[in-house]
C-alpha cells in the first residue's frame, strides 16, 4: 500500500533526523520508561506563560518513540499551550482508535506528521511507543505549570 509507505518513510526520517533531540534549559523535566518494551525518555519543556517555548528529550528505544519525539517538537513549539493541548488529544484519539479511525484531511491538518502514526495504532504494543513522549509532554508541562516555574520573559 502506497500510502503505509509514505508514512513508514516519514516515521524514518524523523526517528534518523530527530527535531528537538538534545536537553537545553527548561522548566520541569521528567523520564518516562514503558516498561513493555524498554523505551526510555527523558524531556524538558520550557514556558513563557501559556507559550511553549521549547521541548528538548534525550531518548532511546524504537523507531516509534523516537520519531514521535522528534513529530511532538514540531507540532507543539512555538504554540500557546491550549492549542498544543488539543493536538495533544487529537493524536491520541488517533492513536486510541485501534487502526480505526482513518485520518481525513481535517486530522491531517492538525497532525501533520503525526498521521504517519495511524499504521501504530493497530497495535497496541506499539501505541504505548508512539504515546510514550506525549505523556512526558504533558507531564512535564503540568509540573511546570504546577511549580510556578514557567518564566514570563520582557
Given at each position: 500500500?502506497?500510502?503505509?509507505?509514505?508514512?513508514?518513510?516519514?516515521?524514518?526520517?524523523?526517528?534518523?533526523?530527530?527535531?528537538?533531540?538534545?536537553?537545553?534549559?527548561?522548566?520541569?523535566?521528567?523520564?518516562?520508561?514503558?516498561?513493555?518494551?524498554?523505551?526510555?525518555?527523558?524531556?524538558?519543556?520550557?514556558?513563557?506563560?501559556?507559550?511553549?517555548?521549547?521541548?528538548?528529550?534525550?531518548?532511546?528505544?524504537?523507531?516509534?518513540?523516537?520519531?514521535?519525539?522528534?513529530?511532538?517538537?514540531d507540532l507543539v513549539v512555538g504554540r500557546e499551550l491550549e492549542?498544543?493541548?488539543?493536538?495533544?488529544?487529537?493524536?491520541?484519539?488517533?492513536?486510541?482508535?485501534?487502526?480505526?479511525?482513518?485520518?481525513?484531511?481535517?486530522?491531517?491538518?492538525?497532525?501533520?506528521?503525526?498521521?504517519?502514526?495511524?499504521?501504530?495504532?493497530?497495535?497496541?504494543?506499539?501505541?504505548?511507543?508512539?504515546?510514550?513522549?506525549?505523556?512526558?509532554?504533558?507531564?512535564?508541562?503540568?509540573?511546570?505549570?504546577?511549580?510556578?516555574?514557567?518564566?514570563?520573559?520582557?
Amino acid at each position: 500500500m502506497k500510502l503505509d509507505s509514505m508514512y513508514q518513510e516519514v516515521i524514518l526520517d524523523h526517528y534518523k533526523h530527530p527535531h528537538g533531540r538534545g536537553l537545553r534549559d527548561g522548566d520541569a523535566e521528567v523520564h518516562h520508561v514503558n516498561p513493555t518494551c524498554g523505551d526510555e525518555i527523558t524531556l524538558r519543556v520550557k514556558l513563557d506563560g501559556s507559550k511553549i517555548v521549547d521541548v528538548s528529550y534525550e531518548g532511546q528505544g524504537c523507531s516509534i518513540s523516537q520519531a514521535s519525539a522528534s513529530v511532538l517538537n514540531d507540532l507543539v513549539v512555538g504554540r500557546e499551550l491550549e492549542d498544543a493541548l488539543k493536538v495533544q488529544e487529537v493524536f491520541l484519539e488517533l492513536m486510541q482508535s485501534k487502526g480505526k479511525v482513518e485520518p481525513d484531511d481535517a486530522m491531517e491538518e492538525v497532525l501533520e506528521d503525526a498521521v504517519a502514526f495511524a499504521g501504530v495504532s493497530k497495535y497496541p504494543a506499539r501505541v504505548k511507543c508512539a504515546l510514550l513522549s506525549w505523556m512526558a509532554w504533558k507531564d512535564a508541562t503540568s509540573q511546570a505549570l504546577a511549580n510556578g516555574t514557567a518564566r514570563e520573559t520582557a
